[in-house]
């Protein structure tokens, strides 16, 4: 398994996609998983996956550690994997979807949740589901369906909100629901790792009232167990390299 990963400045970011890595060869010791990095840090895709091929490898599974759909799924990795498969024409990748949109995932933003104190599926709570934002329409519109999904779960309200690209931003929404008479609103943020984003809406949404701002999903069992999920997908549904 070819675990690609946004990659960031921040070491914190790394250090959580190695401990998530390390949950998921816990999971399937069976399975060498390793991890790439589409910006930022080493290696990347092209250099991990050529180390495979020049290692004698003739296969691998390429799972992008994205939470949605967007530019680095549609351009970047299949650009990555058709210049491997180009260099490489014997080595077979196939390639898992991206993490979100999953319920697995939704367990794993409530998990953190707790970790910050939230009880989950509070009715006096509501709730500002956070991604990074993406020029990508559809994959703030995922965001949304996920909020729209979550609201049921006993919540007195949730909500999409955008670290960037687009609004609202954290802070509004908070505000927002303030102002709408909600007790108390907590922030989920919908991020693999903690960095710069995670920072960013931490400090914004506590400025704006929220009580309580969950923790990036880093290792959490859930997402763990997605990763192990995706990546049998992909082993029972071979698909092309240029496929994400």
């Not at 190695?18 to 250099?47: E, I, K, Q, S």
């Not at 599974?61 to 759909?69: E, N």
């Not at 970790?115 to 991604?131: K, R």
Request: net charge positive; hydrophobic share 45%.
């Amino acid at each position: 398994m070819a675990a690609v990963a946004h990659g960031s400045r921040d070491p914190r970011a790394a250090a959580t996609v190695t401990a998530l890595l390390d949950a998921v060869r816990a999971l399937r010791p069976d399975v060498p998983v390793h991890a790439a990095f589409l910006d930022h840090a080493a290696p990347t895709p092209d250099r991990l996956l050529d180390g495979l091929a020049r290692d004698g490898h003739g296969a691998a599974v390429v799972l992008p550690l994205l939470l949605t759909a967007a530019y680095h799924s549609k351009t970047d990795l299949p650009g990555a994997l058709n210049r491997v498969r180009a260099r490489h024409p014997r080595l077979r990748l196939r390639t898992a979807d991206t993490l979100g949109p999953h319920p697995l995932l939704v367990r794993a933003l409530e998990r953190r949740l707790s970790d910050a104190g939230v009880e989950p599926g509070d009715p006096d709570t509501a709730v500002v589901v956070v991604s990074a934002g993406s020029s990508d329409a559809s994959a703030n519109a995922t965001i949304a369906r996920l909020a729209r999904e979550w609201r049921p779960r006993g919540w007195r309200d949730v909500v999409p909100a955008y670290a960037s690209a687009t609004g609202p931003k954290p802070g509004e929404a908070v505000a927002a629901l303030l102002e709408a008479g909600a007790p108390r609103v907590a922030v989920a943020s919908y991020f693999l790792a903690p960095g710069y984003f995670t920072d960013k809406v931490r400090d914004e949404a506590l400025a704006a009232g929220a009580a309580a701002v969950s923790p990036a999903l880093g290792a959490a069992p859930e997402v763990a167990h997605l990763i192990v999920h995706r990546y049998e997908q992909a082993c029972a549904t071979p698909r092309t390299a240029t496929a994400v």
